[in-house]
């Protein structure tokens, strides 16, 4: 009888511990503790035995098993600590920063189309000896109109309706204000020369038209100055912005404030001049405004116009980058959608 429940209990506690071996998780472990060592576990029903003993084998079977039941006591013990301390390695692992992973990369922006076309008639001009003016965006009636030869009932002001602040302060139509400026600026002195890029403003809007776009005005001042100079710089400026293979035509035209006045073509570049669907059989691309100054502006100015010449254009950014990349609807330049911006 005590041999047999030495036994047992000695069978006991190697099974805790080879079952304990095998426990992975916490609700394992507490199955063991009650299988073994709960009130209606292994234990207990080993003990219960324990009447049916002699009173000298009772007390030695009581210490032989509070011995075991303090061993499997430490084994479930040791086996709690195990399983926490490799679930709190698994969760710094899983929390880990890895500081040799690449970073997230930083989105890098470019210029807008419409400045890398600034951009690029900016750098020709400056190379031929330009200096660029700049005007407010908010002007007044006589640096818009009146300073070049525009007055109040003048019926070409119909062309450049424009956002008013007041009756004399207005969003200005054109750059050629910046013209009036730099000669009030510069007078009596010459040689003029300047080009002056710069959002404008009309009531318009449609495929072609927006109401805010960009121009670059040229004005140049000298004694001497003829339509030649004009026409050979405008030809030099736009192969240098289309290509050398391109022509240029001007035809008779009207401004106000240039006599002779001039609208400039290019030869079209889908058809080399042939005539194809993009230049409407012509095979010429209107392409910028232009002219002499005409003497009333010179004068205005204070400039004397016996003696002094000039000539003056202004340049359409819109249009010159829609020729250059090909593209028929003006709005998408406002629209900040980035696939059409990425493309450039
Ligand atoms: N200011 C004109 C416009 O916006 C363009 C222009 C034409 C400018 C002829 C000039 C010029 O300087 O000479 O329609």
Redesign the pocket.
Known sequence: MLEKMLQDLEHIQEETKSQLKKVVSQEELNEIRVKFLGKKGELTAILKGMGKLNNEDRPKVGQVANEIRNNMEGFIAAKTKELKEAALTAQIEEERIDISLPGDPVALGHRHPLTMVIDDIKEIFLGMGYEIAEGPEVENDYNNFEGLNLPKDHPARD??DSFYITENILLR????PV?VRTMAKMVPNYPVKVICPGK?FRRDDDSTHSPMFH?V???VIDENISLADLKGTLLTVLRQLFGADREIRLRPSY?P??EP?VEVDISCGICGGKGCRSCANTGWLEI????M?HPNVLEMAGYDSTKLRG????I?VERVAMLKYGIDDLRVFFENDTRFLNQF
């Open positions: 062309m450049q139509t054109h750059t050629s013209q404008v121009q005005e040229g004005l401004f404030f240039t006045s910028l405004g232009a002219g100054v000539f003056a254009f202004g359409g």
